[in-house]
């Protein structure tokens, strides 16, 4: 009993070490973004009066997330300006996406969405693209600096600072914007832009973390001496290695990474929306959903990744993908509750619990397919994959919401998690006809 304390002491520390602090840092660089161009940009649309189709449809500005596979293998090879002589190649690019981000955030702080949506949403896109080209790099730079054996402790100290940062962007964006109103409950712009200004300088965590941190050690890369050959091992060879190493089962594979997270992602888009229709306040939402939950959500990410390490990734991987699913029915239930402030912390405690477990299994299995040599654009490729339809059906759960209702669009979205179950199954079949 004492040896079994002592292992899972010596399991822990591991989160105390320099690279798993620096992923901390990185990943709250990483996760502040999305929800400004998601979440919290939902919460201020419907407050400023947007309908719920629109916001919908507004969510495909993520698909940049999931097109990221097309400009990663550029990320990969292409040296960025001075920078990559500077900073090294991974830490070059980091800095050019931490750039694009804050410029992008005071673009979307200087416009009001009530009197003209369009610049909001192209200063929006810039946002999505510099957060995905920074996702790229960071990934590369993660993968590339420990391990095989520690990527699910780097995984967790990234979700962790990812998660946040979500609190920030989250709860942190809707408290300063609350604090910034003259008069409760009212509509009011420059109560917003305060807070995606406040936005935009904390991603200065980020820009520090990268400049203060050593540049992993890059594989050799070789030289192309030709624009062809240039191609061929930009674009075509990163590709043809994961397909060449897993053959028929990459498609299995491919399968499963496309729809793993289909059914948190397919109902987060309607989350904000929803707790306005239902009268919650921005204090509430902010101390509930992007405080209490996000907490929530770390626990659960520190809890898989410590499973992953003890039981491996497929299991744990499984055990996330039943939670994801099941969680989605506690919205439907909550749907008929009206303002009920207890059934939503017991709904978000349940739902932000299993999204932890199963982001930190399903981060270690990326980086467990990658191979170090194409880090960046498999990493990209699998990511990808994993955004692509769910954000694409994302964009019309507004629509849905306005045919069916809340409860219909909340199970619905939990019984669309049960391929996933099924694609979990064959994998670990796979894995277990090929292991010797």
């Known amino acids: 009993m004492l040896d079994n304390v002592h292992s899972w002491g010596k399991d822990l520390r591991v989160y105390l070490e320099w690279p798993s602090v620096r992923m901390f840092f990185l990943g709250f660089s990483a996760g502040l973004p999305l929800l400004l161009v998601l979440g919290t940009l939902g919460f201020w649309l419907r407050e400023a009066g947007i309908d719920r189709s629109t916001i919908g449809y507004l969510s495909w500005v993520a698909l940049f997330y999931a097109g990221k596979w097309l400009w990663a ?45 369009e610049p909001i949403v192209w200063f929006a896109l810039l946002v999505a693209f510099g957060s995905a080209t920074q996702d790229i790099a960071l990934d590369a730079f993660r993968i590339e600096s420990a391990k095989a054996q520690y990527q699910a402790a780097l995984a967790a100290s990234y979700q962790t600072g990812y998660r946040l940062a979500m609190i920030w962007a989250g709860a942190g964006a809707l408290w300063l914007a609350a604090r910034a109103e003259t008069t409760t409950g009212v509509y009011l712009a420059e109560a917003w832009q305060f807070a995606y200004l406040c936005m935009a300088l904390s991603i200065g965590v980020g820009v520090v973390t990268t400049l203060l941190s ?64 239902m009268g919650y306040t921005k204090d509430e939402v902010a101390a509930i959903t992007k405080v209490f939950g996000v907490i929530m959500t770390l626990l659960g990410a520190f809890l898989g990744g410590l499973l992953t390490m003890r039981f491996g990734v497929m299991r744990v991987l499984f055990l996330g993908g ?30 932000n619990l299993s999204s932890g477990i199963a982001s930190a299994a ?42 069916f209702g809340y409860e219909h669009f909340f199970i619905a979205t939990s019984l669309i998690g049960i391929p996933v179950l099924i694609l979990i199954t064959l994998a670990i079949r796979f894995e277990k006809s090929n292991s010797p």
Request: hydrophobic share 50%; glycine share 6%; charged share 15%.
């Open 214 to 277: 050593p540049e992993p050690q890059s594989v050799l890369l070789p030289k192309a001496r030709s624009a062809g050959q240039w191609l061929q091992q930009t674009l075509i060879q990163p590709f043809a290695d994961f397909i060449g190493r897993y053959r028929w089962q990459a498609f299995l594979i491919l399968g499963l990474i496309a729809i793993y997270r289909i059914s948190d992602v397919v109902m987060g888009i309607m989350a904000n929306p929803f707790y306005v229709d």
């Open 362 to 403: 399903f981060i270690a299995y990326l980086s467990s397919l990658t191979n170090v040599q194409y880090s960046a654009t498999q990493y990209a490729l699998f990511s990808s994959m994993m955004l692509l339809l769910p954000k694409w059906l994302a964009g019309f759960s507004g629509a849905y919401v306005d045919t």
């Open 73 to 117: 293998p550029l990320v990969d090879r292409v040296p960025i300006l001075f920078l990559t002589k500077r900073l090294g190649r991974r830490r070059g690019w980091l800095l050019f996406a931490q750039a694009l981000i804050i410029f992008g955030l005071i673009g979307m702080a200087t416009t009001d969405p009530k009197q003209n949506l």
């Open 322 to 351: 039943v939670l994801s699913a099941a969680s989605n029915l506690l919205f439907a239930w909550l749907s008929t509750r009206g303002h009920d402030l207890n059934g939503l912390v017991w709904v978000i405690s349940a739902d």
